[in-house]
């Protein structure tokens, strides 16, 4: 499929004569900022048959305050359009200047919340440089890729096979969404447009929006996450002869076991999970004399469990 995205720069532009299968737009920033023309875009979209992808440009504010801010303006159009996050750095305002382990989780946390709460599976945007830079092992199990990687910056229109490097792609074993290049040029339209390629069918798309399993469940928006649907703890490793912990804490991400190698980093895990619960993490203390660490580990198929960079 071949689309193009847009935020209120592009406010003129009339999604219904500008070629495309879909068209992204801009809704949100932060907790305060929300494009002045994204629902009139999203409504020209629709009309015109078009598939829709609305997104949020990420920032340092609460990242749950964030997800229920974009999802509350966007919520008309839920299960109609691909939700996505805008993971990219900026320099006005509350804009992330430049991004760290922290903010990494932060956006896992983002997809989660906003998957848990509209039965779709949204795609997170970020360009080739941070794909590979931090372990997104976690994230791209869920969630996929909405990349940006530009061959040069020459005029384009809409390309089947663009480039896209020798590199690979971090934890993501392609793009679904490859925007490859910011100076495209379509009928209709004067000015310059990011244009991409979707690597997804109709049903795909529709899959990812949540629509059938909107049907199934006859519900949008859910009202809380279960534990079962963020399946995460934390553990301790009690000496049997000394009844004393070893020291090191353990984190289940709901995908492996992560040993903490900082005290800062069980910190940032707890108060992540208790904005998005509303509830405290478990935490079991597990003897070496009873050592069901060992049994989870062997119910996950993990021989050790990796360690978390300092």
Do not use: C
Not at 19 to 35: A, H, M, R
Not at 79 to 87: E, G, V, Y
Not at 167 to 195: F, K, M, V
Request: charged letters at 20%.
């Amino acid at each position: 499929m071949n689309g193009y995205d847009i935020s209120s720069v592009q406010s003129s532009l009339n999604p219904a004569s500008v070629p495309s299968d879909f068209v992204g737009i801009k809704v949100t920033e932060g907790i305060g900022y929300i494009n002045p023309t994204w629902e009139t875009q999203a409504k020209q979209t629709l009309s015109a048959g078009k598939h829709l992808l609305l997104y949020h440009f990420i920032t340092n504010d609460s990242v749950i305050e964030q997800a229920n801010f974009f999802l509350n303006v966007a919520k008309n159009y839920v299960n109609q359009s691909i939700l996505a996050l805008d993971f990219e750095t900026g320099t006005i305002g509350n804009e992330i200047p430049y991004i760290t382990l922290a903010h990494r989780v932060q956006a896992e946390v983002w997809l989660d919340y906003v998957s848990a709460r509209t039965n779709g599976r949204p795609v997170i945007y970020m360009n080739a440089a941070t794909a590979r830079e931090f372990d997104w092992t976690s994230t791209a199990s869920k969630y996929g890729l909405w990349l940006a990687q530009y061959a040069n910056t020459d005029t384009t229109g809409y390309q089947s096979q663009p480039w896209r490097g020798n590199s690979s792609y971090g934890a993501w074993n392609r793009p679904t969404i490859y925007q490859y290049t910011s100076t495209g040029s379509l009928d209709n339209w004067d000015g310059e447009l990011d244009l991409n390629l979707a690597y997804l069918s109709e049903e795909e798309w529709q899959e990812m929006a949540g629509v059938a399993r909107k049907s199934e469940n006859n519900n949008t928006i859910t009202s809380d996450l279960e534990d079962d649907e963020l399946m995460k703890f934390t553990y301790e490793i009690i000496d049997a002869k000394t009844g004393k912990s070893q020291g090191t804490i353990y984190y289940y991400d709901g995908n492996k076991v992560v040993a903490l190698s900082h005290e800062d980093q069980l910190k940032i895990i707890r108060q992540i999970y208790k904005d998005t619960t509303g509830k405290d993490l478990k935490q079991y203390s597990w003897r070496t004399d009873a050592p069901w660490y060992v049994r989870f580990m062997q119910a996950i198929n993990q021989k050790a469990p990796e360690i978390a960079w300092k």
